[in-house]
T-cell receptor
Framework: DAGITQSPRHKVTETGTPVTLRCHQTENHRYMYWYRQDPGHGLRLIHYSYGVKDTDKGEVSDGYSVSRSKTEDFLLTLESATSSQTSVYFC?????????????FGPGTRLTVL | AQSVTQLDSQVPVFEEAPVELRCNYSSSVSVYLFWYVQYPNQGLQLLLKYLSGSTLVESINGFEAEFNKSQTSFHLRKPSVHISDTAEYFCAVSRSGGSYIPTFGRGTSLIVHP
């Protein structure tokens, strides 16, 4: 299994509070992604990174920011959490040299915003 | 731009029966195609992929998918399902030769009944 961990695995927070989710990889892969998964919507891309300090927006980036200061870590921050951000968040990685664009996923973080 | 349509949100089937999960895509360029599986409370994991060559690809647990360029489809099949195949299945497409931002379908929930 690809070495991807996410922390925390579960979090309950209140509306208006900041939240940071961490994704850590031990594979030295170049690309990292944050998705959210909601019933009826499948997986939706929030942000992705194609290298240290290189990030870009996905289709549902409003209300989220990211940072990647090291190859192995990709942080997702909700500056002021809202109930609409209650979801399961998945981190994924992929490596350009493999040529296949195959992604490896972390175990997920279940976030509840009250 | 590319898109993926999974035609069935839920597929109930009895154990040992055959199953087909449908996936259609649209893209103006050559693509790579993937099926991922998500077991309850886990992240996604790659089931099989089509990059080039033989249009029929197989997984180690008996699933197969056939790339049909004329019909822009990549349907997933298994001749005899087990209870343990109960999971969410996601079809994904990415542009071959450079894009590392895949597009996912909304998922199909396969429910295998005894």
């Amino acid at each position: 299994d690809a070495g991807i961990t996410q922390s925390p695995r579960h979090k309950v927070t209140e509306t208006g509070t900041p939240v940071t989710l961490r994704c850590h990889q031990t594979e030295n892969h170049r690309y990292m992604y944050w998705y959210r998964q909601d019933p009826g919507h499948g997986l939706r891309l929030i942000h992705y990174s194609y290298g240290v300090k290189d990030t870009d927006k996905g289709e549902v980036s409003d209300g989220y920011s990211v940072s990647r200061s090291k190859t192995e870590d990709f942080l997702l921050t909700l500056e002021s959490a809202t109930s609409s951000q209650t979801s399961v968040y998945f981190c994924a990685i992929s490596e350009s040299s493999s040529g296949s664009n195959e992604q490896f996923f972390g175990p997920g973080t279940r976030l509840t915003v009250l | 731009a590319q898109s993926v349509t999974q035609l069935d949100s839920q597929v109930p089937v009895f154990e040992e029966a055959p199953v087909e999960l449908r996936c259609n895509y649209s893209s103006s360029v050559s693509v790579y195609l993937f099926w991922y599986v998500q077991y309850p409370n886990q992240g996604l994991q790659l089931l099989l992929k089509y990059l080039s060559g033989s249009t029929l690809v197989e997984s180690i647990n008996g699933f197969e998918a056939e790339f049909n360029k004329s019909q822009t489809s990549f349907h997933l099949r298994k001749p005899s399902v087990h209870i343990s195949d109960t999971a969410e299945y996601f079809c994904a497409v990415s542009r071959s030769g450079g894009s590392y931002i895949p597009t996912f379908g909304r998922g199909t929930s396969l429910i295998v009944h005894p």
